[in-house]
């Protein structure tokens, strides 16, 4: 039986590569942690921003508030707080269906 390397998952990720992922600008995550105060991202000695999986789940959970579902900051910061122990299922079932809508997406285009 062949040797299966796992994956390597990253631990910490830019503010760069953070915005990538979501698909907005820099500015606007530096924005959200002032609004957010469980986005608190490491910083190393020269003050850049090292998030976590943990972060970047958070912060895809805003950005689905905020800008798929359509929340204001407050109402999307009241929602969290109230729901603070489902923060992480909520966000992992959104990535699991956007996961999920990009596969049958690509399953559509590859019919004749």
């Known amino acids: 039986m062949p040797y299966k390397e796992k994956p390597i998952e ?7 590569e953070v915005a990538k992922e979501l698909g907005v600008a820099t500015s606007l ?5 002032t ?3 469980f986005i608190r991202p490491k910083k190393n000695a ?7 999986q943990d972060d970047l789940k958070k912060l895809k959970l805003v950005y689905h508030l905020v800008k798929e579902k359509g929340y204001t900051l407050q109402g999307a910061y009241e929602h969290i707080k109230a729901s603070k122990d489902s923060i992480d299922d909520k966000a992992e079932m959104v990535a699991s269906l956007k996961r999920i809508r990009e596969f049958l997406m690509e399953m559509k285009n590859n019919l004749p």
């Open 35 to 37: 609004q957010f105060d």
């Open 29 to 33: 995550i530096r924005f959200w942690e």
């Open 46 to 52: 020269k003050g850049n921003r090292k998030y976590t």
């Open 10 to 16: 990253k631990k910490y990720f830019t503010i760069g």
